[in-house]
């Protein structure tokens, strides 16, 4: 099995310090073993060891350099031109904001399909070099030119969501075997606030409930966050919907996850169940 290029350094470098010790005829052994070991010609593996360590000019690129001969060499970034360059990308760009910002994948076929239209129509001005490219472009090469773009539209997070940390090791995490979802009166509960893209200040709030069975919807409108209110909300669906209320399941909110909401449930028989911490689960 042949040495790796680290282990042909560290053979190098030890039998350079032999060689240049040794006599005539050990230097010869000592040649015939590193040829055997590195496979190297034999002229380069002498040359090797006699300069091992030394300065010594090289031609690179045409221009002559010095450099020290076993130091590993500086990787130098390949000069390569893009093959996609700003002229296609404006214009997958363009074709990604006509056809409401597809994911590569779906924008290559629809590019393939429908770029001629485009250019008869004169929606897209493109070279007969450009549109050969983007007749090639891949889902990945699309993704990777938009990639600054689709950050630029990324909306930042606007949840009103406060997690409660009070209580939660009494109220139980829900699980899908836990909750009879084909029998009506179990509801997923939410709050959705209306602040109009500025969250500062009072606003209102609307409580969802959905009864995951039938899909029943209730709406209430609220004041606020504040739990009276909450309650209040739910007391008043649980009165007038016209299925009984047999469970509730919310997120980990502090307008739900607290004390004045779990004696509610418990008065009234009513299983409280919550999701997982940072997760998303859907009503199937």
């Given at each position: 099995m042949r040495l790796t290029m680290s282990e042909r350094r560290v053979f190098s470098r030890e039998a350079a310090v032999r060689y240049?010790?040794?006599?005539?005829?050990?230097?010869?052994?000592?040649?015939?073993?590193?040829?055997?070991q590195t496979h190297f010609k034999r002229k380069y593996a002498s040359w090797l060891l006699r300069n091992w360590g030394r300065r010594v000019f090289a031609w690179v690129d045409g221009q002559p350099i010095r450099i020290v001969v076993g130091a590993p060499r500086i990787k130098?970034?390949?000069?390569?031109?893009?093959f996609y360059d700003g002229a296609v990308f404006e214009a997958v760009k363009l074709i990604w904001y006509l056809f409401d910002f597809m994911?590569?994948?779906?924008?290559?076929?629809?590019?393939?399909?429908?770029?001629?239209?485009?250019?008869?129509?004169?929606?897209?001005?493109?070279?007969?070099?450009?549109?050969?490219?983007?007749?090639?472009?891949s889902a990945a090469t699309v993704d990777?030119?938009?990639?600054?773009?689709?950050?630029?539209?990324?909306?930042?997070?606007?949840?009103h969501t406060k997690p409660g940390t009070l209580l939660k090791h009494q109220i139980p995490i829900r699980t899908f075997s836990e909750w009879e979802e084909r029998r009506p009166g179990f509801f997923e509960i939410d709050l959705v606030g209306h602040d109009g893209g500025n969250s500062e200040g009072e606003y209102a709030y609307t409580?969802?409930?959905?009864?995951?069975?039938?899909?029943?919807?209730?709406?209430?409108?609220l004041r606020n966050r504040a739990q009276k209110w909450t309650v209040e909300a739910l007391e008043n669906i649980r009165e007038t919907a016209p299925i009984t209320m047999l469970g509730i399941d919310s997120d980990n909110?502090?307008?739900?996850?607290?004390?004045?909401?779990?004696?509610?449930?418990?008065?009234?028989?009513?299983?409280f169940t919550r999701g997982r911490?940072?997760?998303t689960e859907g009503l199937s």
């Open positions: 240049r010790q040794a006599t005539k005829k050990g230097r010869s052994e000592i040649l015939d073993e590193f040829v055997r130098r970034p390949r000069k390569r031109p893009r994911c590569g994948k779906r924008l290559v076929v629809l590019i393939r399909d429908i770029l001629e239209e485009l250019i008869s129509s004169k929606e897209l001005k493109v070279t007969a070099e450009v549109k050969k490219k983007l007749l090639r472009i990777r030119l938009l990639r600054n773009e689709k950050r630029k539209l990324t909306l930042k997070s606007r949840s409580l969802t409930a959905t009864d995951v069975d039938s899909a029943w919807t209730e709406l209430k409108i909110g502090s307008e739900f996850i607290n004390d004045h909401l779990l004696r509610w449930c418990n008065s009234n028989h009513i299983n911490p940072h997760r």
